[in-house]
């Protein structure tokens, strides 16, 4: 790569965005950084990209290609930050999967960035990586903060017991309430209980604070005060553990569940 044409306003936004860390961009910062008009930027941005500099990720927005990745122009960019980049400072914080993801929470290798924001985004492939964006109003967007996901690069990602309880409202975008279970599992010894309980009130969805109540008595994690606290959002009707799967199984009183995936699955994942 380094053989190909460059030319001295290429160089100089290369240079700018290396100096601001910058390795991914829109063409409005390049603009900037270039002190030129939209359309000037965006023929040197285009320029670049030609010739195997930059990659284009989705509409006005590029990702540098390093030195190092020679013919194959793929840039070093994570995933999540492309996500973080996209929302151009919209409130946001990495969900369900994906916080499982980066959290440790799972066995098996995910392939889809999950996005909560209240900035409505159409889905999309970037880089041949799924990014679904899943809606919350501003008021829902509190348990998370910033966690690492380079040597250099924070993005903001659900906290561990927000990401349980985001898991038990929408088991589809965490391959169901099994996986969910298992990333309880694995972190057990990580978990705020009280906090738990918390957020579970916060939430105030019955059908989340009956899944894992059941769930924390199968596994006997969490305190006495968590149950009771769980226990009092117990409403009158009945929720499937799992609403991914067929509405079958045996009635639990105390939990007001229909337990359509068997305990005997669920204490697998202990064993195994």
Excluded at 101 to 120: A, C, E, F, K, N
């Amino acid at each position: 790569m380094s053989s190909r044409t460059l030319g001295a306003t290429g160089a100089h936004l290369l240079t700018a965005l290396a100096e601001n860390n910058q390795t991914i961009f829109s063409i409005a910062d390049a603009q900037r950084l270039l002190e030129s008009s939209y359309d000037a930027a965006l023929k040197t941005v285009r320029r670049l990209t030609h010739a195997g500099w930059l990659v284009r990720l989705t509409a006005g927005w590029y990702a540098i290609v390093p030195l190092s990745s020679g013919d194959e122009a793929t840039p070093q960019v994570n995933r999540y930050v492309i996500a973080r980049e996209l929302l151009e400072g919209t409130p946001y914080y990495v969900s369900h999967d994906s916080a499982m993801d980066i959290h440790s929470m799972l066995t098996r290798p995910v392939t889809t960035v999950i996005v909560t924001t209240p900035r409505r985004l159409a889905d999309r492939e970037i880089l041949g990586v799924p990014y679904r964006f899943v809606y919350a109003a501003p008021s829902g967007l509190w348990g998370s903060g910033p966690v690492w996901v380079t040597p250099y690069e924070r993005v903001i990602v659900s906290d561990l017991e927000r990401t349980i309880l985001d898991g038990l409202a929408r088991p589809d975008l965490c391959a169901g309430v099994s996986e969910v279970a298992t990333g309880l599992w694995m972190r057990q010894a990580d978990f705020d209980w009280d906090r738990l309980a918390s957020y579970a009130q916060k939430l105030g969805t019955r059908a989340v604070a009956q899944r894992l109540g059941y769930l924390l008595e199968l596994y006997d994690l969490g305190t006495p005060a968590t149950a009771e606290a769980l226990q009092e959002m117990v409403g009158n009707s009945y929720a499937r553990l799992d609403p991914l799967l067929a509405d079958n199984g045996p009635y639990l009183a105390r939990w007001r569940l229909r337990l359509n995936l068997e305990p005997e699955t669920l204490q697998s994942i202990v064993r195994t």
